[in-house]
């Protein structure tokens, strides 16, 4: 009889989705060397090295390989029985959420807030990376659903259901000191630029365009927090490619003017991706979905009183079945700030 201890095969699950143990460590809040501890402790229970640590990025060995999915199921088994004590009809097991960068800084704090006083039993973890590798993660296993932003003519991976949740727009903005000859995209080939680092599709499609034209990428700051680049930005240390909403709603923006570039045009669809999901889970997860499409088609309301408990899971339902159905083509509900 295997001898092990669930938290080890959280572990090891964890290291597996996020692709490292330093990424685990800090999802986890543990050191390095404690998660190495505990990775070390669960392949001995199990008898045999589930990580094959000679190739770099590691690998799984076969025996690892097959022990990943059974572990996963073996996690949510353990969280359900740990809500059967709670009496709720809704598992107590963790909904695992992957938000992309550019929407982190869109007040999540309201609609989960609001998504734990609907369903209390369950717990949220939230997860930040770029949109496709969040993707990745939700077609693989390793999320339930993640809210990403895709390209307008784009659509998700049939193997991925989802709901659009709104629209996002990308705006060139510039200091109120920087004085342009004109807005073409030839005019831009010695200017700065203050980016999200390497990894991000938006930085990716900017340098498309550029090298079409025939113009280099030239970054002056790359940092992942946009009113920070703003900031930046209203100091005339180089142009930027952020979110029209956030630029509505940022500090700097006194300091700033949107440039009409022809050429640079990056319109955007906000998806809530979701993979396969128990039918428990299903009515959070929706619950959350329409929150977030409430939050973006107007971004005020949920500092209102919410509605009703009853009213919020019949909405959730309706949600829930549209999630179901993998509704692709949903038409997409307008956003406050679709620039």
């Not at 090295?49 to 990025?57: A, Q």
């Not at 969040?134 to 339930?144: E, N, Y």
Request: aromatic share 4%; hydrophobic share 40%; net charge positive.
């Amino acid at each position: 009889m295997l001898n092990m201890d669930i938290s080890d095969v959280r572990t090891f699950v964890t290291v597996i989705d996020t692709g490292s143990v330093s990424r685990a460590a800090s999802e986890l809040h543990l050191t390095q060397p404690a998660v190495t501890r505990r990775l070390q402790r669960f392949e001995q229970a199990v008898g045999a090295p589930l990580i094959d640590r000679r190739r770099r990025p590691f690998a799984l060995t076969d025996v690892g390989r097959a022990a990943v999915e059974r572990c996963r199921r073996l996690i949510s088994t353990a969280d359900e029985l740990r809500a059967l004590t709670q009496g709720d009809l809704v598992p107590s097991r963790e909904i695992r959420i992957g938000v992309a960068h550019a929407l982190t800084e869109f007040a999540l704090s309201d609609p989960v807030d609001q998504l734990r006083r609907e369903f209390p039993g369950v717990a949220l973890r939230l997860h930040t990376g770029w949109s496709r590798e969040l993707l990745a993660r939700v077609k693989g296993g390793a999320l339930d659903a993640a809210v990403i932003l895709l390209p307008q003519a784009e659509r998700l991976p049939g193997e991925v259901s989802g709901e659009v949740l709104g629209r996002e727009r990308l705006v060139v903005v510039a200091s109120h000191r920087r004085r342009l000859k004109s807005q073409e995209i030839l005019d831009l080939g010695n200017t700065g630029w203050v980016l999200n680092p390497e990894g991000c599709a938006a930085r990716a499609g900017l340098q498309r365009e550029l090298a079409r034209a025939g113009l280099p990428l030239r970054v002056s700051v790359e940092t992942y927090n946009y009113e920070l680049q703003l900031a930046l930005i209203a100091h005339d240390r180089g142009l930027g490619l952020v979110p029209s909403r956030l630029l509505a709603r940022s500090e700097s923006r006194s300091q700033l003017r949107t440039l009409r570039v022809r050429g640079l045009d990056f319109p955007q669809t906000i998806w809530m991706a979701t993979g396969e999901l128990s039918e428990p889970l299903r009515l959070p997860v929706a619950a959350l979905a329409r929150t977030l499409a409430e939050r973006l088609s107007n971004p005020r309301g949920l500092n209102s009183a919410p509605p009703s408990g009853r009213t919020n899971l019949r909405r959730a339902a309706r949600s829930a079945t549209r999630l179901r159905a993998g509704r692709h083509q949903s038409r997409p509900r307008r956003a406050a700030a679709q620039g």
